[in-house]
Every structure is written in structure tokens, then in C-alpha cells.
């Protein structure tokens, strides 16, 4: 056997055995692949059965509100829907928004309908102070608090001299 022979057999072998080592790479990342999708699948399918656990549950919980088995349960969903709605509304005053009526989404303050659902929202009148005020500004005639030292309407200084005193037991006829 000479050179060329021996050295052809080597390369056969180096050859062979690249080839199966890219065959065994190309076999585990194939492998890893398909354990990869399975596990994938496994995990979709428990989300299916835990979704669906948690619609039973809620079912169970709208059809049955004075049920007296689950009481327990019951008032930490009550109370936990009642701080989400609170936490709800502090977010969306932090945004200048306001929360939904309907389904809580939030939506512009001055909103006529929610872009969500589109439910129609109620804006209430705004409401004004349920004392009369015992003084008005001299400057402006707004209304002032009693103790203000300046009209919050105008920016005008008060003082007890400055301000319409309307306080009829004080008038003189």
C-alpha cells in the first residue's frame, strides 16, 4: 500500500467521521427542536385547562353570588374588585383620564362615549359649594372663603374692608 493509498483511506475515514458528526449535530438540534415544540405544546394546553378552570370558576361565581360555600373566596374577589377599581381611578387621574362606567377602560375626561365599549358616559354637572359665601371680592365680586387673603378668581388682596360684606345681620336700612 503506498502513499497516495494510505493517505486516500485517511482522508475517507476523516471524511466519514465529520459526516457523522455534523449527522449527530444535525440529529440533536433536530431533537432539540422537536422536544422544544413539544413542550410548547404541553404548556398551551395547560393554559387551555387553567383558562378554562378560571371560566368555570367565574361561572360558578356570577351564577351563584349568595352562595355560602365559597364565602371566604368570595369577599377577597369583592374586595380585591373593589381596590382595583379604586387603584383604576387613581391611575387615571395621575393621566388625566377617567375610567369607564361600563368596563373600566380608561377613557378621556371629557369622553361623551367610552372608545371601548361605547357605552355612553354620564358627565356629571359640577357641583358647586353647598355654604354661601359670606363674602365677595370688591374687585372681580367672586365669591371668597372665608380667611383667603387673596381672590382665588382675580388674584386680588383681600381684607376685611376690601370684601362685600353680605351678611344680612350686619346691614343697616
Known sequence: MGF???FK??????????????????DGAKKLQEKSNLKREISNLETGIKDAYI?????????????????????VINDNTVKIGSLKDQLAAMDDKAACP???ASI??????????????????????ETQASRFCSSCGAPVVDGSKFCD????????????????????F
Not at 55 to 75: C, H, M, T, V
Not at 155 to 172: K, R, Y
Open 153 to 172: 378668581k382675580c388674584g386680588s388682596p383681600l381684607d376685611e374692608e376690601s370684601a362685600e360684606n353680605t351678611d344680612d345681620t350686619n346691614a343697616t
Open 55 to 75: 371560566e368555570i370558576g367565574k361561572r360558578y361565581f356570577e351564577a351563584n353570588p349568595d352562595s355560602q360555600e365559597f364565602i371566604e373566596l368570595y369577599q
Open 102 to 104: 361600563s368596563c373600566g
Open 9 to 26: 483511506d485517511f482522508a475517507d475515514k476523516a471524511g466519514d467521521s465529520v459526516m457523522k458528526g455534523v449527522k449527530s449535530a444535525s
Open 108 to 129: 378621556a375626561k371629557d369622553a361623551k362615549f367610552c372608545d371601548k365599549c361605547g357605552a355612553k358616559i354620564e358627565i356629571p354637572a359640577e357641583t358647586q359649594p
Open 4 to 6: 497516495m493509498d494510505k
